[in-house]
């Protein structure tokens, strides 16, 4: 069984229908027996062209001499950062080191005071649309839509990503299974938990194809162990297949066990960048992340 029928086989009779009216499948039999039905679907889905997918342009994520003021505060300070695909690099540092600004710049929510930014090889300041198309975020403090259900929201996202009718339909029901959603996907984006809210957005950024480039603010706090496990094994997998992924987080288990490479962020400036073999060569008694992150953040506190 190949997976789009193993999918098909998990639908509701409503999406099946709506399946084959988006594949013009005639629906003119009274009643239609469901296995008929999925043997139909899945042999059209066969004759569609399956495209291609297109690897992304390397760097995915390019940033340069990049700072950003906000008045006389400067949150970063010529930061120069670059993410390739196939690759995890973790963000790290204290509370207002910059975390954030960084990826609301590279984001193109906000614009940077001087420097640039190339998103899939797209500059997000001069035409921030095409990369933003390609590009999907996890905010750190997710407000979005209150007002739409879960299953119009990522309805809504395959629009944006430009999925096509039949393919939204089998993308939504996948996400729905990976992400545990069922029981939430005719609930208000407004009234979910922050763990499940945090899975609708998941879900709604992998509504597309892969690879992709994902730019995650803290995007473990909030879900619980099980949901936190299968975060980072989705997201080690999407590495191996070529997506670029940008993480900000201060659990630093989780970034040692996920990230290849560090930047290691301190009152806006880079104070640390490399993996963590290069980084503890830099220190005689610092081993693990933690240890390191502490020495270049102020020292490890004396108790
Ligand atoms: N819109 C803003 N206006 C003024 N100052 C801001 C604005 N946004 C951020 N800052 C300041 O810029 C600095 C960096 O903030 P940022 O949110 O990027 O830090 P962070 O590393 O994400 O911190 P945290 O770990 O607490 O999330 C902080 O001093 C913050 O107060
Ligand atoms: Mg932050």
Known sequence: MDADTNILQRMTSNELVSMAVALDIPLTQRSIIRDELVDRIASELEKTEKKGLKPLTSPAIRIENMTKRFGPKVAVRDLNLKVNPGEIVGLVGPNGAGKTTTLRVLTGIIRPTSGSVHVNGHDMCKKPIPG???????????TCYPSLKVREYLTFMARIYGVSKVNTILRIREQIDLFHLNEFVDSYIGTLSKGNLQRALLAGIFIRDPPYILAFDEPIYGLDPRGAWNLKSLLKRLKKEGSAILVSTHI??????????????????????????KLSSLFDKATTLEEIFLMLTGGIPQT
């Open 252 to 277: 630093l288990e989780v970034a040692e066990s996920l990230c290849d490479r560090f930047i290691i962020m301190n009152h806006g400036n880079v104070v640390g960048r490399g993996t963590l073999s």
């Open 132 to 142: 933003k198309r390609v590009l999907g975020y996890i905010p750190e403090r997710p």
